[in-house]
């Protein structure tokens, strides 16, 4: 099939790229290279898409519609993979009208394409935020998520309310998919993981928000593309999935594992609670596995391992 792919450049759109060609696809890419964070790991992620004949790329903002009106009208897609988003809970509650212009409306902008240029088959990058405070868990699928708690949660589940939408009216075939807290190789600097592990390596102190008693359904960027991988040959109609691990581990956890790992010990800045941040993730997987065949493989630890041992062979390479 050939594929269009938003936040190709991403951590989580790169590492799907690559698994989209390995199975023999092609893969037409978009990314803004949005100043979140610095432009230089995001081309470092294009490297290994770019060496590939099945890869081609626009450097292109979703909020453009010429843009995008040219990308669509110069190439026949048979599917469309949208990851292109403003990211992060915390920063959305600054910068609000950004983030509804890139997820909304970005998003729009995509469903209107796809209606004219006659692509039905879309596939959209959701986030287990929509949950907010949700006191039952393990989240499930039916669950309300009428009470977002944060400006980028209230643009995800808007971002549903649109695939609906356009499923409804013109018949796409449209899969959310509810990630729950992505790491591994060539996440976000940001994150808390990779922010960690960095800090604590270089003997700096971490922020540590709260007493550690959140707890977040951390899942390997392996298994959430081979949950998209599993959706692609089973979109029929509309459909909300959860792509977690079903395992939550607490903040005060998390540290002690990357200290562990790293020999080092951590130092610890002890800063409130968050606002915006929600106290728990944990996924109910049981729709995604019957339905979509969706298998993690990775545990927690495993995972973790896994990327320290990216971050030793790479730092010097991205933090030069």
């Not at 909300?240 to 594992?257: A, D, H, W």
Request: with cysteine; net charge neutral; hydrophobic share 35%.
């Amino acid at each position: 099939m050939k594929i269009l792919l938003t936040g190709a450049a991403g951590f989580i759109g790169s590492h799907l790229g690559e698994r989209l060609i390995l199975d023999g696809h092609e893969v037409i890419g978009v990314d803004n290279f949005d100043p979140f964070y610095p432009r230089k790991f995001k081309e470092d992620n294009l490297k290994k898409l770019n060496a590939s004949n099945s890869f081609s790329f626009f450097e292109a903002d979703i909020r453009d519609n010429s843009a995008l009106q040219k990308i669509f009208r110069e190439n026949k897609y048979d599917m469309v993979i949208h990851l292109a988003a403003k990211a992060g809970v915390r920063p959305s509650m600054l910068q609000i009208a950004s983030y509804y212009e890139v997820n909304i409306n970005g998003t729009l902008n995509l469903l209107e394409c796809m209606k004219h240029s006659k692509v039905s088959k879309f596939i959209f990058a959701s986030s287990s935020s929509v949950y907010g405070n949700n006191k039952k868990v393990p989240f499930s699928e039916s669950d309300p998520v009428d009470h977002p708690i944060s400006p980028y949660a209230a643009t995800k589940k808007s971002g549903e309310l649109l695939c609906h939408v356009y499923s409804h009216l013109y018949n796409f075939d449209i899969t959310c998919l509810r990630f729950f807290t992505v790491f591994g190789p060539r996440q976000r600097p940001d994150l808390a993981i990779h922010k960690f592990i960095r800090l604590i390596d270089e003997g700096k102190p971490i922020p540590f928000f709260g007493d550690g008693s959140t707890a977040r359904d951390y899942t390997y960027i392996d298994d959430i593309v081979g949950g998209i991988m599993c959706s692609i040959n089973k979109l029929r109609g509309y459909n909300i999935y959860n792509l977690g691990e079903s395992r939550t581990i607490t903040l005060f956890q998390m540290v002690r594992s990357i200290e562990n790992l790293l020999n080092k010990k951590a130092t610890l800045e002890h800063l409130p609670p968050q606002q915006g941040d929600v106290d728990i993730t944990y996924a109910d997987i049981s729709k995604a596995r019957k339905e979509l065949d969706y298998d993690p493989k990775f545990n927690f630890e495993t995972g973790l391992k896994k990327f320290i041992e990216w971050y030793h062979d790479s730092k010097n390479l991205i933090y030069s």
